[in-house]
């Protein structure tokens, strides 16, 4: 029993692509993986952060590659991948962390700034999804996890988030799972999507201002983690997954389930 446990959550031999994953719960959930032996491929526009990044996981005795990339660009995701393989062989798991947000009323909200929230966060998740898959197919088996948030399932009062892009971003983004995981599903390829409640990342500093209002309204009681998500990011790249796929799952504290 303890061999078949340890078999489903074994990520030796097993690479790690993770976008965005340089800080925050992207680079937790880098560390996670590559603490349970992944190689690790985090990539990001801030190349600075990502070295700094890699450094601390290497620390931790893991095999880490990190590379710039903008992922609304095609031809920057295809370079990752190709240096990816070039340095592991294999790419395994994929997760579309990588995301950006604009605050600003409905009535005002820049156009150019939607486009912007739009092609990250959405566009960026399609294009690497597309390019990775490739590589799955070929492979006959991968992991595909999108970052989606709690944002997805409602609509958000102005006063606590005002962010129409990156919520409607992120509710695509779990109809884009669904769509990936019935396209893939014959390569033995899951996608899943993790919706992320209030954690305190550098994205949501401005929930700093409405803390007790936002912690009053989650069961829990309390803001997420960082660790909190080590759990599911383990079952959704390993093995234990093999037969759960177009699912979108919530960390949140049971906030999705009392709105």
């Known amino acids: 029993m303890v061999n078949k446990m340890n078999s489903l ?20 959930m880098a560390t996670t993986l590559g603490e349970a032996g992944a190689n690790i491929v985090i990539c990001s526009r801030n190349i600075e952060q990502c070295t700094k990044t890699a450094t601390k996981l290497q ?16 031809e920057e995701i295809d370079r990752v991948i190709s240096k990816t393989i070039a340095k592991f062989g294999t790419i395994d798991i994929l997760i579309n962390n ?4 604009w605050m ?18 959405l566009k960026g998740s399609f294009l690497f999804s597309q390019a990775v898959a490739k590589q799955m197919v ?7 996890i999108n970052v989606s948030s709690v944002t997805a399932f409602n609509g958000t009062p102005p006063q606590l988030l005002d962010a129409i892009a ?32 209030f954690f305190p990342t550098k994205i949501t500093t401005v929930f700093e201002d409405h803390y007790k209002q936002i912690t009053a309204r989650i069961p829990a009681g309390r803001l997420g983690e960082l660790t909190d998500l080590d759990g599911i990011i383990l079952l959704l790249s390993g093995e ?6 177009g699912q979108t799952i919530a960390i949140d504290g049971g906030l999705s389930s009392s709105l």
């Not at 030796?12 to 992207?26: E, F, H, P, V």
């Not at 600003?104 to 966060?121: G, H, Q, R, S, T």
């Open 59 to 74: 620390n931790k005795g893991v095999n880490v590659l990190a590379l710039p990339c903008d992922v609304s660009k095609k």
């Open 138 to 144: 070929e492979q006959k088996q991968g992991k595909i």
């Open 98 to 101: 990588s995301g950006t947000s």
């Open 166 to 197: 990156y919520n409607t971003s992120k509710g695509a983004l779990i109809t884009l799972t669904k769509e990936l995981a019935i396209k893939l599903a014959p390569y033995n390829i899951q996608v899943n999507a993790i919706a992320p409640g």
């Open 104 to 121: 600003a009323p409905f009535l005002d909200y820049p156009e150019d700034k939607w486009d912007k929230v739009l092609e990250v966060n």
């Open 9 to 28: 959550l074994d990520f030796t031999n097993k690479t790690a692509i993770i976008s965005g994953g340089s800080r925050g719960l992207g680079e937790q």
């Open 240 to 245: 234990a997954s093999n037969y759960i796929t």
